[in-house]
C-alpha cells in the first residue's frame, strides 16, 4: 500500500508531524534512520524561548505559541500511551556575573533571591532573570511516549536510512533507502543535521557535548552563561552544552567536558559533590540565519520541516500543527511564510 505520506526522519519533529497527520485521517509512514548522535535523544529539553533570548519576531512567536502547546501536547499524549512526557513547568532562572546591560522579558532577581531558589549560586553573580514560564520536557521520555503513540494511531514506524529522493521534473517519485525504495502520494524532510544529504538546503550540524550528573535536585532550570543546568525530577542534572563547527565529527573530547564542567562548578560549585554519570554528543540541525526551514519546496509533493538549531524539542508541537495543516489542508498561516525555504536569508547560501 503507498501511503498518503511519508515522513522522513523519526525524531520528535518527524514523529510530531506523523501524528498529528494520522489524526487527521492521513495514512503515515516514518522513516527513523537511527543516526547517531541525532538531536532529539542528545538534546537537554529546554522549553526556553525566553531564556534563549530570542530576538522579537516570527521566531520567538512561533516559539511562545509552542511552548503554549505544550502543556495539552503532552497531556494527550500521556493520556493515549499511559506513558510520562517528562514535561515540568519549573520555570527557568538566567544569573549573570555583571549587571544586566538592558532590559528583558522576566523578573531580575538579586543574588540573595536567586539563592532562595538555588542555594549555593556562585557569590559570583550578582542577580539573574527569572522566566516564571519557560519549562522543561525529559526529551527521551517524550520521543518514547510519542513513538508509541504514533504506532498505537497505526502510522507504521520503518527502521532505514534515507539514501536519495528521485524525483521527475517537480515531483517526487520515489525515495530510495537502505532497504529498499518507498513511495507515498506526499513526503516530509523532518531529517535533521541530515536534510541537505536529501535536499539542497543550508542545513548543517552544529555538534553539542553534554553531561550528566547526579545530586541534591534542583527546582528550576538554570541557564548561566556559558553553561546550562537542567534538573530531572529523578536527580540527574544534566550540564550542556558545547558549541562547536566541526562537521559530523563524533564523539566527546576532554576540552568539551572539561569547559562544561568548569563553567557548572563556577557557577555553583556545590556541584563538586556530584557523581558523573555520563556523557554524550549530538548534531543540532543549524542554518545559516538561525530559523528553522517550513514549508513547501521546489518539489510539489515535498514539504521541508528541518533546521531547529536550538529549538527542536520546543518548536514540535507547532511545527507539527502548521506542517500539518499545510500538508493535508494546503493552509498557510503567518507563523509558517516567515520560514520559507525562499527567504532572502537563506538564498546566497543554498547549496
Ligand atoms: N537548546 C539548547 C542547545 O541547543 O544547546
Given at each position: 500500500m503507498i501511503p498518503d505520506i511519508l515522513v522522513v526522519g523519526g525524531g520528535i519533529i518527524g514523529l510530531g508531524i506523523a501524528l498529528e497527520l494520522r489524526d487527521r485521517g492521513a495514512q503515515v509512514q516514518v522513516l527513523e534512520g537511527q543516526m547517531p548522535g541525532a538531536a532529539t535523544p542528545a538534546a537537554a529539553g529546554m522549553l526556553a524561548p525566553q531564556a534563549e533570548d530570542l530576538a522579537p519576531g516570527p521566531l520567538l512567536d512561533l516559539c511562545l505559541l509552542s511552548r503554549g502547546l505544550y502543556g495539552p501536547w503532552t497531556e494527550k499524549l500521556t493520556a493515549r500511551t499511559?506513558?510520562?512526557?517528562?514535561?515540568?513547568?519549573c520555570g527557568i532562572l538566567a544569573p549573570l556575573y555583571q549587571n544586566p546591560s538592558r532590559g528583558r522579558s522576566g523578573v531580575w532577581l538579586d543574588l540573595e533571591s536567586l539563592r532562595e531558589k538555588v542555594?549555593?549560586?556562585?557569590?559570583?553573580?550578582t542577580g539573574g532573570w527569572w522566566f516564571s514560564m519557560d519549562a522543561q520536557v525529559d526529551n527521551q521520555a517524550l520521543w518514547s511516549c510519542l513513538l508509541k503513540a504514533v504506532q498505537l494511531a497505526g502510522v507504521e514506524v520503518l527502521p532505514a536510512a534515507a539514501v536519495k529522493f528521485h524525483h521527475r521534473g517537480d515531483k517526487v517519485e520515489f525515495l530510495e533507502t537502505g532497504s529498499g525504495c518507498l513511495s507515498a502520494g506526499h513526503y516530509v524532510l523532518a531529517?535533521?543535521?541530515?536534510s541537505s544529504k536529501l535536499y539542497p538546503l543550508p542545513v548543517a550540524p552544529l555538534k553539542g557535548q553534554m553531561l550528566v550528573l547526579r545530586g541534591p535536585r534542583l527546582d528550576q532550570v538554570v541557564f548561566g552563561p556559558d553553561v546550562y543546568l537542567v534538573p530531572r525530577r529523578d536527580g540527574r542534572l544534566l550540564v550542556g552544552a558545547t558549541t562547536e563547527?566541526?562537521?559530523?565529527?563524533p564523539g566527546n573530547t576532554a576540552a568539551g567536558i572539561s569547559n562544561l564542567l568548569q563553567a557548572a562548578l563556577r557557577l555553583l560549585?556545590?556541584?563538586?559533590?556530584?557523581?558523573?554519570e555520563g556523557y554524550w554528543w549530538g548534531f543540532r540541525p543549524s542554518t545559516p540565519d538561525g530559523w528553522p526551514i517550513l514549508g513547501p519546496s521546489q518539489w510539489d509533493n515535498l514539504t521541508l520541516a528541518t533546521g531547529h538549531l536550538r529549538n527542536g524539542i520546543l518548536l514540535a508541537p507547532a511545527t507539527a500543527q502548521l506542517i500539518s495543516n499545510w500538508v493535508w489542508e494546503r493552509q498557510t498561516h503567518p507563523l509558517l511564510e516567515?520560514?520559507?525555504?525562499?527567504?532572502p536569508s537563506l538564498q546566497e547560501n543554498l547549496i
Open positions: 499511559s506513558m510520562p512526557s517528562g514535561y515540568w513547568p542555594p549555593g549560586l556562585s557569590v559570583e553573580v531529517a535533521g543535521a541530515w563547527e566541526v562537521g559530523f565529527t560549585p556545590t556541584l563538586a559533590s556530584y557523581t558523573l516567515p520560514f520559507g525555504v525562499g527567504r
